[in-house]
């Protein structure tokens, strides 16, 4: 899996979470440090995979990506590390941009 080449690798249906997850994570430099992570995400997925419940998959959906996210396996954790921003400074920075934004607004009208 080196990129659009292997466009049939990487495709995913659904049903597979857990193939995706497995195959995101192997392509990431983690470290030892991480393995319970790993762990966490695969179970996550694999939990999603078996459940039926639409509620519980979206609660467990949202766990699987915090945890993907801390992993740096997310497309915005990516660009947080790329930019050397840590992924929360980043939350947070946005979040109080649209507070000023926000405040401009009112003081605007």
């Keep these: 899996m ?6 049939d690798e990487t495709r995913v249906d659904g049903g597979d979470v857990v193939g995706a997850v497995r195959s995101a994570l192997a392509v990431l ?11 966490l995400a695969v179970r ?12 519980t998959v979206s609660e467990l959906a949202r766990q699987l990506l915090a945890v993907l996210e ?8 990516r660009r947080a590390l790329m ?3 840590p992924e929360q400074a980043a939350a947070k920075a946005s979040a109080l941009d649209e ?9 605007g009208a």
């Design 44 to 55: 996550l997925a694999a939990t999603i995979d078996a459940e039926e419940s639409g509620r």
């Design 29 to 39: 430099a983690l470290e030892r440090a991480d393995l319970a992570a790993q762990a």
């Design 83 to 85: 930019k050397g921003v």
């Design 2 to 7: 080196n990129g659009p080449a292997d466009a």
């Design 70 to 77: 801390s992993l740096g396996a997310t497309p915005a954790a």
């Design 99 to 107: 507070l000023r934004k926000r405040r401009e607004r009112r003081s």
